[in-house]
């Protein structure tokens, strides 16, 4: 990886830069709260943002997405162009961009590879940037605080300065013409150490560091635990629509008013919703809360892991605060804990 | 092409209005059926015969649970539209000692046009009920997705999550952080959150999702500094005869 130093006072050149050519999506204020959006200048951008309502999973898989079109009389499928902005994700996270590196595993996996995923990847670039954590993170207790790949600007913040990982050619040529890049001297490579610590130490101490956690996921996976926390699920999906790396979706064929066209349009669907596991017939092997919700923390905590070799939880956080019934994987994390007190 | 009927029970009518405010796709839609009767601007009465009924409002009388038993015997799909067909809606607001009202209103004489009055309630509790447009009003374009399903038939099905899923997509922030009633967490989903993006809290007025946690809500109500007995309240506004939220 190549390492340059750049001013904060460069960065709105970077951004102009930037927006020469691309759409650029950047965490903006959004009532009390931050989102991604298409930015109109440097200004709109709130760069030390806490996190955001929902994630940047929107540019890859929209929440709906039009897949091809047809004739309904003639019973034919239409050609069909997908138009991809070519677009700059501005001021990632890290726990966003290793959700993003779980996404590709999935959507990049080579035995059914997502032209339209691929499509809207190509178009992208990330331009990354360091955080301090807030109350609902714990992306260091997944191993998500760091991003070692998946972007193509990554900006560390040492004080005035950003410490700037190169990841692409192409970022790296932007970079070049809109600022003075330098080389890093000890004077930023201790800036930069010293920035790391103080992140470190800021996370929730409140949060507890389980080991082990996908062996525990097994272990108890019959506990009454999860009667609790899914029984309280109000089914309202909010989990998934704000989670980084929650991927599923349902196909389904609308008409257009006219009746004579349509399209077949990909929605993002949920597996907190009830009806997620029925199938034909009408069954329902997720018929309640405690199935549903169980099921989510084991595809996040246990199941990915093993077909993906990395946590589908980022420890981001936004479910945290979305989920009114206070389900997320820190209740988890703190059964674990209550339950190694109790064998103690 | 398919003969369908509309017919108006106890309603504002501002559903079957609304359908009107497809405007641009109005002609499109009216081309794909053969409208035998729309009660709204038709003098003479309801055709015999028919293949679909859309039906707007709550059952209010037995004369309209006749017309409901002799509709459901004549067509072949029967679509509810908005808040009063589907849970009794307004109408309903009025249940609990619905036929004292009468004679609170008129006095000793009730005007024969009143019918013989019932406790309202929704279309689905007098006959089976094929799709189910919901909210108040209904939105055009939804009438006219859910009338093509009745019409073609459809692989897609009405799902019972409640609505801040489809509100955390539209990134506005949720009104329990601002100690803020919303009925958004028990009420089915499928308006795509339009008040709560509007800037409104959800008045529940697609009704409560079969799904929906009650007593879960009201325990985030306590907590998030929101009167129980207000959320209690406010979801009678459309779901008063349902026996789900006395739980």
């Known amino acids: ?214 062996m525990l996921m097994d272990a108890f996976h019959s506990d009454p635990f999860w009667e609790e926390l899914g029984g309280r699920c109000l089914s309202c999906t909010a989990c998934s629509s704000v989670c980084p790396t929650c991927y599923c979706f349902d196909i389904c064929d609308t008409l257009d008013p006219d009746g004579k066209s349509g399209r077949r349009e990909r929605v993002w669907d949920a597996c907190t919703s009830p009806q997620f596991a029925q199938v034909a017939g009408g069954y329902n092997f997720r018929a309640d809360g405690r199935n549903r919700v169980r099921h989510r923390m084991y595809h996040k905590l246990n199941g990915f892991l093993s077909a993906h070799d990395r946590n589908l939880c980022v420890g981001c956080g936004r479910c945290v605060y979305a989920c009114k019934a206070d389900i997320s994987p820190i209740e988890v994390l703190r059964f674990f804990e209550r339950k190694g007190a109790e064998n103690a | 092409m398919p003969r369908v009927v509309f017919v108006g029970l106890a309603s504002c009518f501002g559903c079957q209005i609304n359908i009107t405010n497809a405007e641009a796709h109005l002609v499109d839609v009216l081309g794909q059926i053969d409208l035998r009767y729309w009660q709204l601007t038709h003098s003479e009465p309801m055709p015999e015969e028919f293949d679909v009924a859309v039906v707007e409002g709550a059952v209010t009388t037995e004369e309209a649970v006749s017309t409901l038993l002799e509709v459901r015997r004549r067509a ?119 008040c709560p993006n509007l800037g409104r809290p959800c008045n529940g007025c697609a009704g409560l999702s079969p799904d929906a946690n009650v007593p879960a809500a009201r325990r985030v109500c306590e907590r998030s500094g929101v009167p129980v007995a207000r959320f209690d309240e406010a979801l009678e506004m459309f779901n008063q005869t349902n026996p789900a939220i006395s739980a």
């Not at chain 1, 200004?43 to 047809?70: A, H, N, Q």
């Not at chain 2, 067909?85 to 009025?94: D, E, K, L, R």
């Not at chain 2, 399903?149 to 952080?177: H, V």
Request: charged share 25%.
């Open chain 2, 76 to 194: 072949s799909a029967v679509i509810s539209i908005g808040a009063c067909a589907a849970t009794a809606g307004i109408p309903g607001m009025a249940a609990e000692g619905y036929l004292t009202r009468p004679v609170q209103v008129y006095g000793e004489h009730v005007p024969e046009a009143c019918g013989t009055m019932c406790a309202p309630r929704p279309v689905s509790s007098v006959i089976d009920v094929d799709f189910e447009v919901a909210c108040c009003p209904v939105d055009p374009l939804e009438f006219v997705r859910v009338l093509q399903q009745a019409l073609y038939g459809s692989n897609s099905f009405r799902r019972t999550s409640t609505l801040c899923g489809e509100c955390k997509r539209n990134e506005r922030g949720c009104f329990y952080g601002r100690e803020t009633l919303c009925l958004g967490m028990v009420t089915r989903s499928g308006c795509g959150a339009r």
């Open chain 1, 1 to 214: 990886m190549l390492y340059r130093v750049i001013d904060a006072s460069e960065l709105p050149s970077l951004v102009s830069a930037f927006m020469e050519t691309y759409e650029v999506v950047a965490p903006v204020r959004s009532g009390r709260s931050y989102a991604f959006e298409v930015i109109e200048s440097f200004d709109d951008i709130v760069l030390d943002y806490p996190t955001t309502i929902t994630s940047l999973k929107k540019y890859y898989l929209p929440p709906r997405e039009t897949l091809f079109e047809f004739d309904k009389d003639g019973n034919e499928v239409r050609d069909f162009e997908m138009r991809v902005k070519p677009r700059v994700l501005f001021g990632a996270h890290a726990c966003d961009i290793n959700a993003l590196n779980c996404l590709n595993s999935v959507f990049e996996d080579a035995r059914y590879p997502d032209p339209y995923y691929e499509a809207h990847k190509a178009a992208t670039m990330v331009v990354g940037v360091s955080c301090m954590p807030s109350e609902g993170c714990f992306c260091h207790l997944l191993d998500s605080d760091e991003a070692r790949n998946g972007y193509d600007l990554f900006l560390q913040d040492i004080g005035d300065r950003y410490l700037v990982s190169i990841g692409s050619v192409e970022a790296a040529n932007i970079l070049e013409s809109a600022c003075s890049p330098r080389e890093a001297t000890d004077e930023d490579r201790i800036a930069f150490r010293q920035a790391t610590r103080r992140r470190q130490a800021a996370f929730n101490p409140e949060i507890p560091d389980i080991q082990e956690i996908p």
